[in-house]
């Protein structure tokens, strides 16, 4: 849940963000804080066997992350949170769960079934809002789509790294991830004529420090794993729609609808199923 609360923040700050700077940008300042978050926490945790193939996967996701970063802040700058958001979230979410059951083994109990199937249509409810007149949400949902491959891959890749290797994978992932956004950022530093403003001033400290949390997020997914199936695991981080709408309440003093407040009560039991012990 941790994971999921961080992911949330990340994603509503990174959002406003990107529509005041280029998206590919931020997400590429993002990731650089997010490497310097990655490396303290990677320095502090023990790794006593870290191996070629846990370096792999934690590039792999990496290269996951990048991908659905750009996606995922290309249809937040367009002004469609209520879209992106959940799509890329049950696109984050069908991916490692499927992947999970079919090849690594998984076997959730009853209730974390009951768990799993009640989550994918909450998520949709709780980012649901009232048209906002921007015209067709054909565009953010293709964003989303593409985000929520790129985060299931993230997901996946992060989980098939070993205990003894700490908290490297996510530090290798965030190097992997630079190098994926780079490219279609690179305009945008160069200054290319059809280029967006590339990220400045707080805009720049605020993209850092955005990243710095979502790293924080996938090192709590990452030490979750390690205790739980990847199944659980992946559909608690999931939960991160949740934030944006909570935020809203409290602190926007913004009015749930009645599908955002039905959605609210399943994420909830949701995580109490997920959180049942097996018999």
Known sequence: MGSAFAYGVADVAGGLLSRRAGFAGVALLGQLGGLACALVAALLVPAPGVTAADLGWGALSGVGTGFGMVFLYRGLS????????????VGGVALPVAAGVAFLGDRPTAAAWTGIAVVLPALWLVSRSAPDGEGTT?????????????????????ARTGADAGIWPVAIGRVAAVLAIAPAAWPDVRGAEDARRFPAGRVAAGSALTGGIAAAALVLYLLATRQQLVVVAVVLSSLYPVVPVLLGVTALRERLSAAQAAGLVGAGSAVVLLTLPGP
């Open 78 to 89: 367009r002004g469609h949170m209520s879209v992106t958001v959940p799509v890329s979230a």
């Open 138 to 158: 054909r565009p953010a949902v293709v964003n989303g789509l593409l985000a929520g491959a790129g985060i299931g891959v993230q997901y996946l890749a992060l």
